[in-house]
T-cell receptor, first 114, second 116 residues
Framework: AQSVTQLGSHVSVSEGALVLLRCNYS??????LFWYVQYPNQGLQLLLK??????LVKGINGFEAEFKKSETSFHLTKPSAHMSDAAEYFC????????????FGTGTKLQVIP | KAGVTQTPRYLIKTRGQQVTLSCSPI?????VSWYQQTPGQGLQFLFE???????NKGNFPGRFSGRQFSNSRSEMNVSTLELGDSALYLC???????????????FGPGTRLTVT
């Protein structure tokens, strides 16, 4: 079975500071990993995805994530936080053969302090 | 391309009633998944349809059902509504891997259901 753990339901950073949102996964087969962002009263938007190509994945809005198999991690980072980054972020996992049964983490709400 | 659309966006129902929510996927996407999002339980997978067949199912009671039409549009139905069914219901579509997809999902804005 696949699972995702997001450490920290709430993270606060100052504007201009590094953003680090943590995600660890459990998968018995090579995973496909995703980060999604959700703004208030909206659906989820894909930030980036790992699909077994490059381990360092760049996404939209300056975000990137690194797949580390040895640590079973897929942490999301952004060098400099912007006020507009305040939102909820979800890590998700699926696998080939899992069709579209995607397992989401519990989400991390990012607060950016001016 | 137009994104995933969901109707209605907001709905208020009374306990015991039933409700039908609609989702139109991105053109060319044949997989449609439904999720329930609540503050307490987070994002929970309801079911997934592909080519009019339910391919995956989450752990929800039989009061939750869905279907998909030949044009890939999907509906979900909740019968005998309970207060705990109040949630944001999200629909997501994806391009099948056999058609070049890589499992990412595209979400609609959701339907906010309030049960009173």
């Amino acid at each position: 079975a696949q699972s995702v753990t997001q450490l920290g339901s709430h993270v606060s950073v100052s504007e201009g500071a590094l953003v680090l949102l943590r995600c660890n996964y459990s998968s018995s087969v090579p995973p496909y990993l995703f980060w999604y962002v959700q703004y208030p009263n909206q659906g989820l938007q894909l930030l980036l995805k790992y699909t077994s190509a490059a381990t360092l994945v760049k996404g939209i809005n300056g975000f990137e994530a690194e797949f580390k198999k040895s640590e079973t991690s897929f942490h999301l980072t952004k060098p400099s936080a912007h006020m507009s980054d305040a939102a909820e972020y979800f890590c998700a996992v699926t696998w080939s053969g899992g069709y579209q049964k995607v397992t989401f983490g519990t989400g991390t709400k990012l607060q950016v302090i001016p | 391309k137009a994104g995933v659309t969901q109707t209605p966006r907001y709905l208020i129902k009374t306990r015991g009633q039933q409700v039908t929510l609609s989702c139109s996927p991105i053109s060319g996407h044949r997989s449609v998944s439904w999720y329930q999002q609540t503050p307490g339980q987070g994002l929970q997978f309801l079911f997934e349809y592909f080519s009019e067949t339910q391919r995956n199912k989450g752990n929800f009671p039989g009061r939750f059902s869905g279907r998909q039409f030949s044009n890939s549009r999907s509906e979900m139905n909740v019968s005998t509504l309970e207060l705990g069914d109040s949630a944001l219901y999200l629909c997501a579509s994806s391009l099948d891997v056999l058609a070049g997809g890589t499992y990412e999902q595209y979400f609609g804005p959701g339907t906010r259901l309030t049960v009173t």
